[in-house]
């Protein structure tokens, strides 16, 4: 799942293709780097972000999901605005990724259900505006664990399949670096949701928290590194902003476990 994010203040490429034929373009390139689905953002859910209104998403990213789509790319929305959502399955998104679950407008859950698109469940302790400022788990991985299977139970029992769901574990979203390494290290336990499992963790910043100081796109070792502790642990999708370098490392771990057979 390759990022592009229509965006002035995304904590990775903020800016860098809020103009729609420069997000056109980015994600046409993903497509060729071996993308197999564009997940479109008009909205940056960084620590500390600020919100913006349904109507000014949607006026950033449906001409490029439009677009896209048209170009036969399997598109994903990245909202939790239901107006947005049901704008971008009728321009052509196939996928609604929400950081909230379907949580965060009411209107959500009946959007995905009537429309018949897939949905990722992703989790989040409390707001992008503050989840950073001291989050707390009595056990991280079993909360959030808890959390996801409660929300795909809330999908199913209104309707929705489960061959349709799909969960996120929400890496920084609410959690220290510390949790964020318990969960990625405990990526296999996310499959009792019964769903794929998603896995963001691209140029994040718990990379250099652990690693070192470093920018937003110097983080591609470690990226890397997360996306491989997750296939290790049967994850099957990943969101990610380089997708060229992490195909590639993935055909090459994939190639060294088939010869070890």
Do not use: W
């Not at 960084?46 to 999901?65: C, F, K, L, M, N």
């Not at 704008?87 to 990724?97: E, F, P, Q």
């Not at 609410?174 to 405990?186: C, F, M, Q, R, V």
């Amino acid at each position: 799942m390759g990022v592009v994010n229509v965006t002035p203040d995304s904590f990775s490429d903020g800016g860098r293709f809020l103009d729609h034929d420069r997000a056109i373009a980015q994600g046409l390139k993903l497509l060729d780097d071996g993308a197999d689905i564009l997940d479109i953002g008009g909205q940056s859910t960084r620590p500390g972000s600020v919100a913006v209104s349904p109507a000014e998403e949607q006026d950033r990213v449906i001409p490029v999901i439009k677009a896209l789509s048209d170009q036969g790319a399997v598109v994903s929305v990245d909202t939790y605005f239901a107006s947005v959502m049901a704008a971008a399955i009728k321009a052509g998104a196939r996928i609604v990724n929400d950081v909230t679950a379907l949580e965060g407008d009411k209107n959500a859950l009946g959007v995905v259900l009537e429309s018949g698109v897939h949905v990722i469940l992703m989790h989040m302790q409390g707001q992008p505006q503050t989840m950073q400022d001291n989050p707390v788990y009595d056990d991280v991985v079993d909360d959030v664990l808890d959390y996801l299977k409660t929300r795909v139970a809330v999908c199913q029992s209104a309707g929705i399949g489960l061959e349709k769901i799909a969960v996120d574990p929400g890496i920084g979203f609410g959690k220290t670096p510390d949790h964020n390494l318990e969960i990625l290290s405990s990526l296999a336990r996310f499959q009792q949701s019964g769903c794929p499992v998603v896995l963001g963790a691209s140029r994040k910043s718990f990379i250099d928290r652990i690693a070192g100081p470093a920018t937003a796109d110097q983080r591609l070792g470690g990226s890397i590194a997360a996306v491989l502790a997750g296939l290790g642990q049967g994850v099957q999708i990943f969101r990610v902003h380089d997708v060229f370098e992490t195909r590639q490392a993935i055909k090459i771990f994939n190639a060294i476990e088939k010869a070890g057979c």
